[in-house]
């Protein structure tokens, strides 16, 4: 099968492209200028156990997904370690952190909502060229306390919870 039959029915808002990615497959670009705190996209999909999420799926709890049964655009959002959004899982939309040009890659950081990506199998070598690259994607579990606290202002309510329960742990325990 070629790479962009996997792109028949993709619904694409028209702010938005998806476009070939080298190494990454895929990726979804700005189709206009974004400005700081601009809805990008929202996030779609239901409830679903960890046993029967995909790879795209976006964790909410320890044990449940968003999750849908076939591909939507923001499935394309790709991993930056220095992302240009932010995923409020509460609200369900995906917003920018700055502002992003025209043509653009669209990235969240995986590991502000993926508390053990390599207890699901979908940890993977990192690709985003940032200067904050952390190389491996494992989880939020296996981060330096530094990089929890970096990206902190960025996480979901699961892990804001474990990073509150870590930081109320005695200092030699972390």
């Not at 979804?28 to 239901?46: I, P, Q, S, W």
């Not at 939507?72 to 959002?77: P, R, T």
Request: hydrophobic residues 40%.
């Amino acid at each position: 099968m070629m790479q962009t039959e996997r792109l028949r029915g993709v619904v694409v808002p028209k702010t938005l492209k998806i476009v070939p990615a080298g190494s990454k497959g895929f990726s979804l670009v700005a189709n206009r200028k974004f400005r700081l705190g601009e809805k990008v996209c929202f996030l779609a999909g239901e409830l679903v156990d960890a046993a029967h999420s995909t790879p795209e799926a976006v964790q909410i709890s320890d044990t449940q997904f968003i999750d849908t049964n076939y591909l939507v655009a923001e499935d394309f959002i790709n991993h930056s370690c220095s992302p240009n959004t932010r995923l409020d899982i509460v609200c369900r939309l995906y917003t920018e952190l700055q502002d992003i040009s025209r043509g653009e890659e669209i990235t969240y950081h995986y590991l502000t909502t993926e508390w053990d990506m390599e207890a699901w199998g979908a940890d993977f070598r990192c690709a985003c060229g940032s200067l904050h690259c952390l190389g491996h994607i494992r989880g939020f579990k296996y981060l330096p306390l530094a990089e929890k606290l970096r990206i902190k202002p960025l996480l979901s309510p699961l892990l804001r919870g474990k990073l509150e329960e870590i930081e109320r742990l005695p200092q030699e325990k972390i």
